[in-house]
């Protein structure tokens, strides 16, 4: 959470603390592709010295305007704004923190279903795809 409420847009404090973030919590073992847009923070040289040291992740980004090979990511965020930010209104960053963090942890992948996911939900692809790897 801590690139979503940074006060500076730089890589340093946004995708790096961010992408260790994801990697602490999963381990990446799969060829992974990560998928991104042409922010600024993606698309430094920094960042992608990092994620040219894990052997198994391929960085893709989008060409300019085409937003048609992000929908996941692109319906995430509408979902967020639609259903924590704009009906809110935080009086603290903390607030905003904690409301978002919740509805991505306890609400997002852990009860929502996903076409994507063949109307699983977060949880229970991960699970299945955990009980793929151990077999």
């Known amino acids: 959470m801590v690139g979503l409420f940074s006060e500076r847009m730089d890589t340093s404090a946004t995708i790096i603390p961010a992408w260790s973030m994801a990697c602490n919590y999963r381990n990446i073992i799969l060829p992974l592709i990560f998928h991104f847009d042409r922010g600024v923070q993606y698309a430094s040289d920094r960042f ?3 994620i040219e040291a894990y052997k198994y992740v391929k960085q893709s980004m989008s060409r ?3 937003c048609w ?3 996941v990511a692109e319906s995430f965020f509408k ?3 639609a259903e924590v930010i704009y ?8 607030q905003a923190k904690l409301a978002v963090f919740q509805y991505i942890e306890a609400w997002y992948n852990q ?9 699983l939900t977060i949880k229970e ?7 793929k790897q151990v077999a």
């Open 111 to 119: 009860n929502r279903r996903h076409s994507a996911l063949g109307e």
């Open 64 to 66: 300019k305007g085409n």
């Open 69 to 71: 090979d992000n929908t």
């Open 48 to 50: 992608r010295k990092k």
């Open 125 to 131: 692809f991960e699970k299945c795809k955990h009980l």
């Open 79 to 81: 979902s967020l704004k």
């Open 87 to 94: 009906p809110y209104r935080f009086t603290t960053r903390n």
